[in-house]
């Protein structure tokens, strides 16, 4: 079976065209000479991008025009998701308020806002409700409260039903299953309205700093360059947007808050962030499977009980039998041979889960990543010009499995926060250094999101014991229902998600079934579902540091396990045209904007930046 | 000569995207689907855009009919350098069945109005694959026609199209006022800046009904059902020849 059948006709043009490449002496660029494995063949290039191979040294950028438009604001947001959608419109109530004029601007690098959400989900309306009160008279997409609550433990072919009292985190009461992606489309209409500048399709790719180190804002992603690095006719500068103050709301492992981590040393007290991946479909099933208001988790089969993860199926109400389902897998999973997609598309075929999807349609795909470090892992929050916000520091309430309400408040917070020290800025003046606003900080520490964090902090962390899943069950029912997170110590985690895997040679392969067509799918049809796609002729988002450990590193010692974890089939092992070895082979147009590969990889080579604008999964109520 | 070039661009379901049939079969899903300008449409604007700053032309006027949400593209042909830009407004209800026909009849009342010298379409939008709007136009105004352009030369006077056909490339030369309808290789559209959206907020775009232009928007195609196209079916391997002949005739194919 040829490698090439498992190429999608965008990665064999990519393919063709990274084999056009010109070979650039690595030694002249500043990478280290790598030893050479096979006689025939030498360390293949791979990364053309500019962050690993910088244009001031490159002659084919000699004389190219670098000079940048820019534009100054008073507040710029990173990312039109629910913090950072919610922060803007908070700004322009105060502002609104108090009769005063705030520009604020948030860039997206999805085409249309709503286009990169995705999620369960399960939202609990506290923050929607103390942002917009008003929420059902305006129109927002919370069609569908929650009727039944089922929790499961799967063995492999039957279910052990588990009581959802009320006061278990994950009981939902109250709540509203929701397209989350719709609701961030709605979440920027009002904004719009209340003069929110919002620009989809343009992504934040560098952080600008003033002279004294503090954040000056943002550039966005220039355009035009070629797969080998080189400019284009139609090259052209990104914009810098410069603010006041900037807040970061990339989502879950932002790429611009990784820099601004080393930058700033804002990792220094906490602990490392932990991750899950969460894979997602949407299905239309037949009418009389459907139960508008129903919600299923499960944990266990086809998981080990050492291995973090579970299920969500949700009944939509929104006219279509829509059922939006899908898998969480932890990513400090220890054995490479592990495929959370494959997992996924196991578990749908278990006897509790295949009578509601049989006769469906799946009609969307799409996977994130999704923090799970809770108060451990919270970073410094504010630094001189910037703030970071929702999912990218990380608000998510794990056993809950929610994050949209309290990354929605922490925008709120930073809002408010930041309004009052906002300067009435003259024109033709710009600020010489960034606001530093800690107070954000602290009243996010006051705030009810703080105080729910702590209260389940220690339930992630009690998995890693002998007993796995049912350890951290014992340790939740005792110390979560009955003493409500009271306990005086706090657990740790297990340190980086990118350490915990095994060498392949100490692990088992596990043997998947093959997809049936019907229920479960291969992966590349699934990732044709999410609609992603970048322009072709684009160096890969998706840079190596040294291009020569994915071989002999990853594929050596862990089987390649990029070609397992990453839900778009980015990576694959291929033979090189000798034959004599393997060579990674990037298909950067399939991505989908996880950011998996940048959390799980075991050498920590993969260093995700962002495309051109517009790139990217096109989801549709996700 | 006027110098006014009208580009027209169409809102479609972007490439990429995987289509789905609406459960009733009257049409296929759009709503919160992403969309975006008709390939062919950008490389129009573009080879206008271009015509501008050659000094050859004084106006690029974007046109798109539609509901709404067209405005955005229109943005992006005025980001892309468009001086102004002309919403026809269509209802959601109307759009659905707005066919070649309609819009060229408004394209062609547009045309006199805005005294064009030139009307530049793109061949074909990617969702009706009609090819039609551009050859309608230049019927009804009774003007020349340069379709499946890969290369435009203006001239005083006249335009020198070279034309992708069938047996290779044609090269015509026709008189102004003509309707040029753009093919792939014509140019690289270049990309929409930031930049340049935000000073395309500041141009502006008039509001146009059809039944002010004198267009009368009923159609006379109705659409009966829309479904999926059958799914392949695995092939059959034939031993021999004969057999092959055999299977043939049985498909009723020989």
């Known amino acids: 079976k040829s490698p090439k059948c498992k190429c999608s006709l965008q990665s064999g043009r990519c393919v063709r065209a990274l084999r056009r490449c010109p070979r650039l002496d690595p030694g002249a660029l500043g990478v280290r000479p790598t030893a050479r494995r096979w006689a025939s063949s030498d360390a293949p290039k791979i990364t053309t991008h500019y962050s690993i191979h910088p244009r001031d040294q490159d002659p084919r950028w000699e004389g190219t025009e670098m000079e940048r438009f820019a534009d100054q604001a008073d507040v710029v947001v990173v990312g039109a998701g629910p913090a950072g959608l919610s922060a803007a419109i908070r700004l322009k109530q105060l502002a609104l308020a108090e009769e005063r004029e705030v520009r604020v601007c948030v860039v997206e690098k999805a085409s249309q806002i709503g286009a990169h959400t995705l999620s369960g989900a399960c939202l609990e309306p506290s923050a929607l409700n103390e942002l917009l009160p008003d929420w059902k008279e305006r129109g927002a997409p919370l069609h569908t409260p929650v009727t039944e609550d089922i929790f499961s433990i799967l063995t492999e072919k039957h279910r052990i039903p588990v009581p959802m009292l009320p006061g278990l985190p994950m009981n939902n009461h109250g709540n509203y299953i929701v397209r989350l992606g719709n609701l961030v489309r709605w979440l920027g209409e009002q904004a719009e309205e209340l003069g929110v500048e919002l620009y989809p399709g343009y992504a934040a790719a560098e952080v600008l700093f003033h002279e004294d180190g503090s954040v000056k804002g943002i550039a966005t992603n220039d355009v035009g360059i070629a797969k080998d690095g080189s400019p284009k006719d139609t090259f052209e500068r990104g914009m810098e947007l410069h603010a006041q103050v900037t807040l970061f709301g990339e989502g879950c492992h932002g790429h611009l808050a990784k820099q601004l981590y080393r930058h700033f040393n804002l990792r220094q007290n906490c602990e490392p962030q932990t991750y899950a991946i969460g894979l997602k479909e949407v299905w239309v099933v037949r009418p009389e499977k459907w139960r508008p208001g129903r919600v299923e988790h499960s944990v266990g089969w086809p998981l080990n009980r050492n291995t973090y993860g579970g299920s969500f199926l949700y009944h939509l109400n929104e006219g279509e039998p829509l059922v939006a389902l899908g898998f969480v897998v932890g990513l400090d999973y220890s054995n490479p041979y592990l495929s959370p997609f494959r997992e996924f598309q196991r578990w749908k075929h278990h006897p509790f889960v295949a009578p509601t999807l049989e006769g469906g349609e799946r009609i969307g795909y799409g996977a994130r990543a999704l923090n799970e470090g809770g108060v451990q892992s919270i970073p410094e929050l504010t630094f001189p010009g910037g703030i970071l916000i929702g999912c990218s520091p990380g608000f998510m309430n794990v056993p809950k499995i929610k994050g949209t309400h309290t990354a929605m408040k922490s925008g709120m917070l930073a809002a408010e926060a930041v309004f009052p020290r906002l300067a009435v800025l003259e024109e033709d003046s710009a600020p010489s250094a960034g606001l530093h606003v800690p107070e954000y900080a602290e009243s996010l520490k006051a705030s009810w999101v703080w105080k729910e964090l702590h209260a389940v902090r220690n339930i992630r962390p009690s998995f890693h014991n002998y007993l796995g899943l049912y350890g951290g069950m014992v340790y939740t029912g005792i110390f979560y229902w009955i003493l409500r997170g009271k306990e005086p110590w706090t657990l740790k985690h297990c340190g980086l998600d990118s350490d915990q895997l095994k060498p392949a040679k100490e692990c088992t392969p596990i043997e998947y079934p093959r997809p049936d067509g019907k229920l479960s799918f291969d992966l590349l049809s699934s990732v044709a579902l999410s609609g992603t796609n970048h322009e072709g002729d684009q160096p890969a988002h998706l840079t190596l540091r040294d291009d020569s450990v994915p071989v002999e590193r990853n594929l050596a010692i862990y089987d390649g396990p990029e070609q397992r974890f990453c839900p778009a089939g980015v990576y694959e092992y291929v033979p090189t045209d000798d034959g004599a070895g393997m060579r990674l082979q990037i298909n950067a147009q399939n991505c989908v904007h996880c950011k998996t590969c940048d959390i799980k990889d075991p050498s920590q080579n993969i260093n995700w930046v962002v495309p051109e604008g517009s790139g990217g999964p096109a989801y549709n109520g996700m | ?254």
């Open chain 2, 1 to 254: 000569m006027s110098g006014r070039v009208l580009v027209g661009v169409k809102r479609v379901i972007d490439y990429a995207v995987k289509i789905r049939v609406k459960p009733d079969h009257s049409g296929v899903v759009t709503e919160g689907v992403k969309h975006s300008m008709n390939p062919f449409c950008e490389i129009a604007v573009e080879e206008a855009v271009k015509m501008k700053e050659k000094k050859l032309i004084k106006e690029v006027v974007a046109v798109s009919c539609g509901p709404q949400q067209v405005q955005e593209t229109i943005r992006t042909a005025l980001a892309m350098g468009a001086d102004r830009g002309i919403h026809v407004e269509v209802s959601a209800k109307e759009y659905e069945s707005l066919g070649p026909l309609q819009v060229s009849k408004i394209l062609a009342a547009l045309a006199k109005k805005e005294e064009a010298q030139l009307i530049i379409l793109g061949k074909q939008a990617i969702d009706g694959d009609c090819n039609q709007t551009g050859q309608m136009t230049a019927a009804l105004l009774d003007w020349p026609q340069g379709t499946f352009a890969s290369e435009v030369t203006l001239e005083a006077g006249h335009v020198k199209v070279v034309r992708e056909i069938d047996g290779g490339l044609e090269t015509i030369k026709i008189n102004t006022p003509a309707v040029l309808t753009a093919d792939l290789r014509l140019n690289t559209p270049r990309y929409a800046t930031l930049p340049n959206i935000m000073k395309a907020k500041k141009k502006k775009i008039a509001n146009v009904k059809p039944a002010d232009l004198g267009v009368e928007l009923a159609s006379k195609l109705q659409v009966l059902r829309v479904d999926e196209p059958p799914q392949r079916e695995a092939g059959v391997k034939v031993e021999s020849v004969d057999d092959l002949v055999g299977k043939l005739k049985e498909a009723g194919r020989i």
